[in-house]
Each structure stands twice: as structure tokens, then as C-alpha cells.
């Protein structure tokens, strides 16, 4: 599944600053329909994004029915984005290869 999405930077205040981009709602849904064949745990979904120049992976957090795409300061930090900043994102969910049923013979 891929993704072009814009937003803006937002920075969560905690032990220590987080920045993250939202997925806007219609892209949220439509990766929630496939997030069973794409999720390790606790709910993430595994991506490849790519902002300007810098292509990264990372994993979209859950966050209020829809998902928070993180900004390492590797990704932030070459094209100088800030809180409120306004970023292009290209982004492709990677979904599991289905494994083989282990059963009964």
C-alpha cells in the first residue's frame, strides 16, 4: 500500500521530545483494514517513508483511530524541519508475507 500525504510537524512533550506527522483520517482507514497482515505488536505498522531526499523506516503508531508517522532527528534534522512545518510524506505500508499453516497431517 502506498501513500502521499501532507501535514504538519507536531512535537509530544514527554520524558523527552517526540516529533511525528499524523496520517491523515482516509489513509488511517485504509490501513487499518489491512493492519492484521502488517502489525508485529502492540499495534504498529511497519513502514518505508521517504520526506524530501531522506527515505527512512520506521513503524506509524495507533494513536485516536488513526496513526502518527515518527521523525527520527536523522529525517528532521537534513531538511531543518521544525514543530509546525508543513512536510510532503511518500509512504508504502509493509504488509507480512503470509506464512505457511503449520497443521495436522
Wanted: glycine share 8%; charged share 25%; no cysteine.
Amino acid at each position: 500500500m502506498e501513500f502521499v500525504f501532507s501535514g504538519p510537524v507536531i512535537e509530544w512533550r514527554g520524558p523527552s521530545p517526540y516529533y511525528f506527522v499524523r496520517v491523515p483520517d482516509e489513509e488511517s482507514s485504509d490501513i487499518r483494514e489491512v493492519a492484521a497482515m502488517a502489525t508485529y505488536g502492540w499495534g504498529v505498522i511497519p513502514v518505508e517513508a521517504r520526506i524530501g531526499e531522506v527515505a527512512f523506516r520506521t513503524s506509524l503508531f495507533p494513536k485516536d483511530s488513526g496513526y502518527l508517522l515518527p521523525l527520527k532527528v536523522a529525517v528532521r534534522r537534513p531538511s531543518g524541519l521544525s514543530p509546525g512545518d508543513e512536510v510532503t510524506v511518500s509512504m508504502t505500508v509493509r504488509l507480512h508475507e503470509p506464512r505457511p499453516r503449520q497443521g495436522v497431517r
